[in-house]
């Protein structure tokens, strides 16, 4: 069943031709399957057998073809047909296959299911393989594994988010439960190397074990390699999969460090790393298991690699991935972009700028300096808005130049590659003119001085030869051939022109003709036997046949009133007209293969370039959303201060403004002042380490704590803040436990999941750190509850010395603010107006009088007997006593629901009867008597003797 376009020689394994052979679906076959089956079986079977863990896509003219286990898994995951050709072993063999030029979609949703793709390209043209024989096959092999973490192609890749490969070494030693000891969880070192192969991204650090899964959500892998020994641990496995990463076994020989340093060197092109920072024999290996993969899943082309950022535990705050899932930083609680911190932020134009900022959001900083050298790079453009404007527009312009040079790199390029480098070249420099225009570029804070030494004047023989060679819009693929700028070497023009105007050409052969032989009525002609020939009449034709024409015109062919001549000029011409398109396009491809190799010399200068746009868009863009959302820069250093005045909440703020809802309350808060003082009356909120925030739910306590932890995460990354004032001592550790949720998944309930999460702030924050924490102890009873949120805030005061926001609805916990220094309590504050509640979204100092609960739940549509009932069980918990264990406590006395009113008796709807008839009585006219005889009719009302 060959499909249309197919070659012959693909014709091999029809069902006519099929022998016998092993098993259907056999995904290993034994080599006596193979040396049954038909040739161009057997070639699918060898390919298949080197690569048993992955689809194997057999390129088969137009389309990749997949057979046997491949073709079913495939079939489902894709929704394709699933079809047979020919037998194995008596049995039909399952097959399906999709077309080459859309083989990127299928290919796509592949790798988003979990799959591993082996793709298996024809090597010669199938005429060469003609040659051997009529039973051979054209030569194949596997040319690229595609894996989740080796993508470069544009349409598989998010142009603004990085997709990283990432390789995992747990360190020898260190570990006191033993190298066997489950990693997630313990305080193991471990080495983690990433790398984007399709920007040349490169990032390298160490971790603890208890850290991994913050780490893992920070990266956001695609992939992550890991020794195969390493991966039975099933609760790293887990991680790594809630990560949304793929889990991929390597064998543990490949975290080599002598081999990670040798090949990195060679990729840097440097004798030595000492430039690049001090790495570990672990961060070594890690390197080396990296560079490996990737060299094995692209059959030895080598991916470009920038220098590496090497990211230590001290130099980064550190984010659990609890808490990086409850603050939303780069992803909603449904999964989007939408409704996330990132979100909210991100101004920036380009697609490498998004990843750029993506990435600073993920892991902002502890080193004070490098923070202030970013806000003083987003503060100057702030302050320049014509040259933020001028650069923010020439950057829209700019492609993704890293992504270009990666594909070009991987052979994967095409004409539209090479034109993006020219224009991302161009911006580069129009950039540039920009900032040195700026005082000629006197003045520059140094992070943006920086990035014009990184820009300007970089790559310029290499623009103007790809502006040369160019034509403006080129095509996609370089088979197409079009791309290359007229003028630009003649030996194509020429064959273009053959190509493109034959007929313009033999009329100026023609002409000179006339002219060499004085004979008007010669003519240049064509027909399908003769090809070209030169045609005179009879009477015109014997000086062609006498010296000196002669010598040029051949006899060719008489007529009875004409006769034809050719020459060697035309012989040779014609010849050139028919294989002009050939010619044509070989010629482009010779200078489609000089650009590329012009540019695979400048690749580091490239990665530079593209790293430093990337950097300036992440900069302008910052400086825009402070510009535009009124935030002002924040005041870091090494204090102990946590004061925020004015704070608000960036992604509510803007949700806002969008339903044109209102302002934004802001709220201050006052964790420490670290050292400075303020005027007397000053403001009347506490400084405390610790607030304990009160207040009904809908008030806006969880807003009030996460735009918090937000403003510090935006001010450590190097950006400017929502607030009017922000001082900030730095913080190592960010932890936030804001709402709740189970994982039933691993037998963990909301309350366990709950603990669990406690546990890690309280063993492992320090006094350096920040903890918002939300309800805790609400998921147990109440005394249990109550005693563990009261024991948290006493440890959080004597022991770990931290900056706390903790919310709760225990008002017995007040009482620590009068019992420990650093305990302050703050509440969000209401009003309430005729029973209803007003939520003014403000925090004053002082603690709830209550909860406010009933008043919550009538606002969310509780049915009216339940809110009634639920006020008389409150009332009566208020005045009882509680005495607990007797037998006789206030609930005890307390009718059920079905006996607080009579039986059979609707709910009440609207006013009770006895109001009704006091509705209906005016006093003034009542005499003693009438009254008396009114108030015993009230009585018999209440009683149901009587109506109103």
């Known amino acids: 069943m060959a499909r249309p376009g197919r070659h012959r020689d693909e014709e091999a394994a029809r069902p006519e031709a099929a022998k016998a052979a092993p098993s259907a679906g056999a995904t290993q076959p034994s080599p006596l399957a193979v040396g049954e089956a038909t040739p161009s079986m057997a070639q699918f079977l060898e390919i298949k057998t080197a690569n048993p863990d992955s689809i194997l896509w057999y390129r088969m003219g137009d389309f990749y073809e997949l057979f046997f286990d491949d073709a079913v898994v495939a079939s489902q995951a894709l929704g394709i047909v699933l079809t047979k050709r020919g037998k194995h072993q008596g049995q039909d063999i399952p097959m399906c296959g999709v077309p080459v030029h859309r083989a990127d979609e299928y290919?796509?949703?592949?790798?988003?299911?979990?799959?591993?793709?082996?793709?298996?390209?024809?090597?010669?043209?199938?005429?060469?393989?003609?040659?051997?024989?009529?039973?051979?096959?054209?030569?194949?092999?596997?040319?690229r594994l595609v894996t989740p973490g080796t993508l470069t192609e544009e349409t598989l890749l998010d142009a603004?988010?990085?997709?990283?490969?990432?390789?995992?070494?747990?360190?020898?030693?260190?570990?006191?439960?033993?190298?066997?000891?489950?990693?997630?969880?313990?305080?193991?070192?471990?080495?983690?190397?990433?790398?984007?192969?399709?920007?040349?991204?490169?990032?390298?650090?160490?971790?603890?074990?208890?850290?991994?899964?913050?780490?893992?959500?920070?990266?956001?892998?695609?992939?992550?390699?890991?020794?195969?020994?390493?991966?039975?641990?099933?609760?790293?496995?887990?991680?790594?999969?809630?990560?949304?990463?793929?889990?991929?076994?390597?064998?543990?020989?490949?975290?080599?460090?002598?081999?990670?340093?040798?090949?990195?060197?060679?990729r840097l092109g440097v004798a030595d790393l000492g430039a690049f920072g001090a790495f570990s024999r672990a961060e070594l290996a890690a390197i080396g298991a990296l560079l490996r993969y990737v060299?094995?899943?692209?059959?030895?082309?080598?991916?470009?690699?920038?220098?590496?950022?090497?990211?230590?535990?001290e130099e980064t705050l550190v984010i659990d991935a609890a808490s990086r899932a409850s603050l939303e930083l780069v992803r909603a609680t449904?999964?989007?972009?939408?409704?996330?911190?990132?979100?909210?932020?991100d101004r920036t134009v380009t697609g490498a700028g998004a990843r750029e900022l993506a990435a600073r959001l993920a892991t902002p900083l502890t080193d004070v300096r490098a923070i202030e050298g970013r806000l003083d790079a987003v503060a100057f453009l702030v302050g320049e808005a014509p040259l933020r404007d001028a650069i923010r527009e020439t950057l829209k312009g700019a492609p993704d130049l890293a992504r270009a040079v990666s594909r070009l790199a991987f052979g994967r390029g095409g004409p539209r590659d090479l034109q993006s480098i020219a224009l991302g070249l161009a911006?580069?420099?129009?950039?540039?003119?920009?900032?040195?225009?700026?005082?000629?570029?006197?003045?520059?804070?140094?992070?943006?001085?920086?990035?014009?030494?990184?820009?300007?004047?970089?790559?310029?023989?290499?623009?103007?030869?790809?502006?040369a060679a160019l034509v403006d819009d080129p095509p996609h693929l370089k088979r197409d051939g079009g791309f290359v700028r007229k003028d630009y070497r003649a030996a194509l023009d020429e064959a273009v022109a053959l190509r493109d105007d034959s007929r313009r050409v033999m009329a100026e052969l023609e002409g000179r003709y006339v002219e060499l032989t004085g004979i008007r009525t010669l003519k240049v002609r064509h027909n399908n036997i003769l090809g070209y020939f030169i045609e005179v009449t009879q009477t015109n034709?014997?000086?062609?046949?006498?010296?000196?024409?002669?010598?040029?015109?051949?006899?060719?062919?008489?007529?009875?009133?004409?006769?034809?001549?050719?020459?060697?000029?035309?012989?040779?011409?014609?010849?050139?007209?028919?294989?002009?398109?050939?010619?044509?396009?070989?010629?482009?491809?010779?200078?489609?293969?000089?650009?590329?190799?012009?540019?695979?010399?400048?690749?580091?200068?490239?990665?530079?370039?593209?790293?430093?746009?990337?950097?300036?868009?992440?900069?302008?863009?910052?400086?825009?959303?402070?510009?535009?959302?009124?935030?002002?820069?924040?005041?870091?250093?090494?204090?102990?201060?946590?004061?925020?005045?004015?704070?608000?909440?960036?992604?509510?703020?803007?949700?806002?403004?969008?339903?044109?809802?209102?302002?934004?309350?802001?709220?201050?808060?006052?964790?420490?002042?670290?050292?400075?003082?303020?005027?007397?009356?000053?403001?009347?909120?506490?400084?405390?380490?610790?607030?304990?925030?009160?207040?009904?739910?809908?008030?806006?306590?969880?807003?009030?704590?996460?735009?918090?932890?937000?403003?510090?995460?935006?001010?450590?990354?190097?950006?400017?803040?929502?607030?009017?004032?922000?001082r900030i001592g730095v913080v190592d550790r960010l932890f936030s436990r804001v709402g709740a949720a189970d994982d039933l998944a691993r037998g963990r309930s909301t309350f366990m999941v709950e603990m669990v999460e406690t546990a890690a702030i309280l063993n492992q924050a320090t006094a350096r750190s920040l903890v918002i924490l939300d309800e805790i102890g609400r998921g147990t009873a109440t005394f249990d509850g109550l005693s563990i949120a009261w024991a948290a805030v006493e440890y959080l005061h004597e022991e770990s010395k931290v900056r706390v926001l903790f919310a709760t609805h225990y008002h017995e916990l007040t009482a620590l603010a009068g019992r420990l220094a650093s305990v302050a309590s703050v509440t969000m504050d209401v009003k309430e107006w005729h029973d209803e509640i007003v939520f003014l979204h403000r925090v004053k100092a002082g603690a709830a009088d209550r909860s406010y609960g009933i008043q919550v739940a009538k606002l969310a549509g509780l049915p009216e007997p339940v809110i009634a009932r639920a006020r008389e069980v409150l009332t009566l918990l208020e005045k009882a006593d509680r005495r607990r264990g007797q037998g006789n406590g206030p609930l005890e006395e307390l009718p059920l629901f079905a006996a607080a009113r009579p039986a059979g008796s609707p709910a009440p709807r609207g006013p009770a009867p006895v109001e009704t008839a006091l509705d209906a009585i005016n006093p003034d006219e009542l005499s003693p008597k009438a009254a008396l005889e009114t108030l015993y009719r009230l009585k018999r009302i209440r009683a149901g003797e009587d109506g109103p």
């Open 541 to 726: 034709a014997r000086p062609l046949t006498e010296p000196p024409l002669a010598e040029t015109f051949r006899h060719r062919q008489s007529m009875a009133n004409a006769m034809r001549f050719t020459t060697a000029e035309l012989a040779e011409i014609e010849g050139r007209i028919a294989s002009a398109a050939d010619r044509a396009l070989a010629i482009e491809q010779e200078i489609f293969a000089e650009l590329a190799a012009a540019v695979a010399g400048e690749e580091r200068t490239l990665s530079d370039v593209a790293a430093a746009l990337a950097e300036l868009d992440h900069t302008a863009a910052l400086a825009d959303l402070a510009h535009h959302e009124r935030y002002v820069r924040p005041v870091i250093d090494a204090s102990d201060a946590f004061e925020i005045r004015g704070g608000r909440h960036p992604v509510v703020e803007q949700a806002l403004q969008r339903a044109r809802a209102g302002p934004f309350v802001a709220n201050d808060c006052v964790l420490g002042r670290g050292g400075v003082e303020r005027p007397p009356g000053f403001d009347e909120m506490p400084d405390a380490r610790i607030w304990l925030v009160t207040g009904p739910n809908m008030a806006g306590k969880s807003t009030f704590l996460r735009q918090n932890a937000l403003i510090a995460i935006l001010a450590q990354m190097g950006s400017f803040v929502p607030a009017a004032e922000a």
């Open 334 to 345: 449904s999964g989007e972009k939408s409704g996330s911190l990132l979100d909210a932020i």
């Open 427 to 467: 911006a580069a420099g129009e950039a540039a003119r920009h900032l040195r225009g700026r005082q000629g570029g006197i003045g520059l804070p140094d992070e943006i001085a920086r990035l014009l030494a990184r820009i300007e004047g970089q790559g310029a023989e290499l623009l103007r030869m790809l502006t």
């Open 160 to 266: 603004r988010t990085r997709n990283y490969l990432t390789a995992l070494f747990r360190a020898p030693g260190g570990a006191p439960s033993g190298p066997d000891a489950p990693l997630v969880g313990s305080d193991a070192t471990v080495a983690l190397a990433s790398l984007d192969i399709s920007t040349g991204e490169c990032e390298v650090g160490e971790a603890l074990g208890r850290d991994l899964p913050g780490e893992f959500v920070r990266l956001g892998a695609s992939e992550v390699i890991v020794a195969d020994a390493l991966l039975a641990d099933g609760e790293l496995k887990a991680w790594i999969g809630r990560a949304g990463a793929a889990a991929t076994p390597v064998p543990a020989a490949s975290f080599d460090s002598l081999a990670g340093e040798r090949e990195l060197k060679a």
């Open 107 to 143: 290919l796509q949703r592949l790798i988003r299911q979990g799959y591993r793709v082996a793709v298996c390209e024809q090597l010669e043209d199938p005429a060469e393989a003609r040659k051997r024989g009529a039973k051979a096959v054209v030569r194949r092999d596997v040319v």
């Open 295 to 313: 060299d094995l899943t692209q059959i030895g082309k080598k991916p470009v690699v920038r220098a590496p950022r090497r990211l230590g535990r």
